[in-house]
């Protein structure tokens, strides 16, 4: 074989028809371009065991090399399950070390709301990928922290709306930005379900539970994504039947948002009552989504014509296509920032349930 | 013929199965009972003309015989239109003389909210029963010399709520009150249209305008409906995107209701968009109507099956049933005590609305 140089080796590929874009950044380092990503879940509850590993057996660009968790059971039968190499498997003391593991390139926190600003900074450290779930973190000053770690150490994050990649939420999206129908003019957003549970992070405001923090960041989002916008004034109420269970966080959560074209949101939130919906008035038009943030089986209807993308799994489409960002060295599709908008707005709304008063944001 | 005492007349009657109730009104005051009330219409705007005037034709119970304008030329082209004695139309000045009217039973009020009022009053002193057109009036204290005035001169008030005579909206009362789907947890309601007038009174504050007090009672009533409560806690906010319009009163209008059982309800109003639906979360189900306050196609659906009662004319069923209720001397469906229930939450809205605080009601 003939002794190449680098320089003749792209040239080979480009006749090949095989762009230089692709294989940039492994070019770059000199080392073989991975085709996946090697993703570690930290924290295996509910969502990790039942949505997201999975989610799994249907990406293309992303593997599950790795967990992290507090459970040694938990980690046994994960092990198992997933055929998880034992060098691959952490607890939450020992986690840094990861940053010695070659086989994890992604970090994926899926821990309750308050660990995620300490295991997101500490992944950053280890030199690894971050996808974060959503609520970003409890306070703005979290977020903050987690985009200066990642970007100091020179490591993606993004936040696991996994909405946003949903070719649904897109369209509308897609309305609110090219104004086919208008200007916005009034949205009316709901997220809620029945969590019958009394001692589970969510109903803990140490570990940043409560109804407005969860599920009232898609109500949230459906108001920002639909308009386009970021909302200039808040105000919200608080209101709870179970008041011996949502001692320390609100169970229901109705918050009204102002945004600068004018457009105005009425949006609801609870762990009480199932709801999950958007309405969106256009100047010229309307539109309905119901389920509008399920993980499957999100549609519509507007003025304009039927809203129905069928997808096999949210959360292979956000992973794979996060992983291709990261692979191609490529904008991501939810970054930081985004998430830590969402978490502005949640603390005035938090403000504004709590003094009553109209809150101005920026 | 044998000459009968009163008393032989009415066994006479129940002998023949003819109730006493239905003939009471007529024997008490030894006239023969009328089949059919006269009407008399104040105020010949687009309510009037375009929706009661036709209504009449499917009345049983009542037909309109008079007219109370201050217009000479609404006055002789209704003259015309609808075949009316010289001698039953009255102006705002003479409007008094039809004390001296028997063939004018009942006055309908159907002017700016602000002159409701008066013309109630007035209604009531000349001796004939009302009907009056919703919001009752601008304010609470409006409303209940209104229904004093009725009391102390022995006629009947009713408030035209046509929805409440809508089998539609009395299927979703009902649920509300046989808690068939279980409590009510939670209801969204919006009622709004857009108004591209600029000096109707609808814009004008002294003549009682103001989204909230107009289409506002809409939303309201959905609320109070679905529910069979009065709320206790009101928060509310004002917006407005025509400013130079909307100088004197609200275009929009977001209102939030807690009831005593622990429902709640968002509320959207509006000269600014059209929206009309109402939305209940029980629980266990749900109820969507759109649109649930129309004047005619009101239809929805809940996890109990299709509410759909086509009805040919409201007004006609409003009318007739409140007629009804006159020669039977039987309770109305609509009493003023029931408009004064929405003002009064209406004046805690705008309160509200004003100094940002929630308010308290009873």
Same mark, same amino acid.
């Given at each position: 074989?003939?002794?190449?140089?680098?320089?003749?080796?792209?040239? &080979?590929?480009?006749?090949?028809? /095989?762009?230089?874009?692709?294989?940039?950044?492994?070019?770059?380092?000199?080392?073989?371009?991975?085709? $996946?990503?090697?993703? *570690?879940?930290?924290?295996?509850?509910?969502?990790?065991?039942?949505?997201?590993?999975?989610?799994?057996?249907?990406?293309?660009?992303?593997?599950?090399?790795?967990?992290? %968790?507090?459970?040694?059971?938990?980690?046994?039968?994960?092990? $198992?399950?997933?055929?998880?190499?034992?060098?691959? /498997?952490?607890?939450?003391?020992?986690?840094?070390?990861?940053?010695?593991?070659?086989?994890?390139?992604?970090?994926?926190?899926?821990?309750?709301?308050?660990?995620?600003?300490?295991?997101?900074?500490?992944?950053?450290?280890?030199?690894?990928?971050?996808?974060?779930?959503?609520?970003?973190?409890?306070? +703005?000053?979290?977020?903050?922290? #987690?985009?200066?770690?990642?970007?100091?150490?020179? +490591?993606?994050?993004?936040?696991?709306?996994?909405?946003?990649?949903?070719?649904? %939420?897109?369209?509308?999206?897609?309305?609110?930005?090219?104004?086919?129908?208008?200007?916005?003019? #009034?949205?009316?957003? *709901?997220?809620?379900?029945?969590?019958?549970? &009394? &001692?589970?992070?969510?109903?803990?405001?140490?570990?940043?539970?409560?109804?407005?923090?969860?599920?009232?960041?898609?109500?949230?989002?459906?108001?920002? !994504?639909?308009?386009?916008?970021?909302?200039?004034? +808040?105000?919200?109420?608080?209101?709870?039947?179970?008041?011996?269970?949502?001692?320390? +966080?609100?169970? &229901?959560?109705?918050?009204?948002?102002?945004?600068?074209?004018?457009?105005? *949101?009425?949006?609801?939130?609870?762990?009480?009552?199932?709801?999950?919906?958007?309405?969106?008035?256009?100047?010229?038009?309307?539109?309905?989504?119901?389920?509008?943030?399920?993980?499957?089986?999100? $549609?519509?209807?507007?003025?304009?014509?039927?809203?129905?993308?069928? !997808?096999?799994?949210?959360?292979?489409?956000?992973?794979?296509?996060?992983?291709?960002? /990261?692979?191609?060295?490529?904008?991501?599709?939810?970054?930081?920032?985004?998430? !830590?908008?969402?978490?502005?707005? =949640?603390?005035?709304?938090?403000?504004?349930?709590?003094?009553?008063?109209? =809150?101005?944001?920026?």
């Amino acid at each position: 074989m003939k002794n190449i140089s680098r320089r003749d080796f792209i040239q &080979t590929l480009a006749i090949a028809g /095989i762009t230089s874009a692709v294989f940039a950044p492994s070019l770059v380092s000199c080392q073989p371009r991975k085709e $996946k990503l090697g993703i *570690a879940l930290v924290g295996l509850g509910y969502y990790s065991t039942d949505v997201l590993a999975p989610a799994f057996a249907h990406t293309k660009k992303c593997e599950l090399v790795g967990i992290v %968790t507090g459970s040694p059971e938990k980690a046994q039968k994960w092990k $198992k399950q997933y055929n998880i190499p034992e060098k691959n /498997i952490y607890n939450y003391q020992n986690f840094d070390q990861i940053a010695n593991n070659p086989a994890i390139d992604v970090v994926y926190v899926v821990l309750p709301p308050s660990m995620h600003r300490e295991f997101v900074v500490r992944a950053a450290k280890a030199g690894k990928h971050v996808f974060c779930e959503k609520p970003m973190a409890p306070t +703005v000053a979290d977020c903050e922290a #987690m985009i200066k770690a990642c970007a100091d150490n020179k +490591v993606k994050l993004t936040i696991g709306y996994r909405c946003q990649h949903d070719p649904n %939420t897109q369209a509308y999206m897609k309305l609110g930005r090219e104004k086919t129908l208008g200007k916005v003019q #009034m949205i009316s957003c *709901a997220a809620g379900y029945f969590d019958g549970r &009394t &001692t589970h992070w969510k109903q803990n405001k140490a570990m940043g539970g409560g109804a407005m923090g969860d599920m009232g960041v898609y109500a949230l989002q459906g108001a920002r !994504l639909a308009t386009g916008e970021e909302p200039i004034l +808040v105000t919200a109420q608080h209101f709870t039947n179970r008041p011996d269970i949502y001692k320390e +966080v609100d169970e &229901t959560t109705l918050f009204q948002l102002q945004f600068p074209s004018g457009a105005i *949101a009425s949006c609801q939130t609870s762990f009480g009552m199932n709801m999950n919906y958007l309405q969106v008035n256009y100047e010229k038009g309307w539109l309905k989504m119901e389920p509008f943030s399920s993980y499957t089986g999100n $549609k519509g209807l507007s003025s304009q014509g039927i809203i129905d993308f069928p !997808l096999l799994s949210q959360q292979a489409k956000q992973m794979d296509e996060d992983a291709e960002a /990261i692979l191609n060295n490529t904008p991501l599709l939810v970054t930081g920032e985004e998430g !830590l908008r969402d978490i502005r707005v =949640v603390e005035a709304i938090y403000l504004a349930a709590k003094t009553g008063k109209q =809150v101005k944001i920026g």
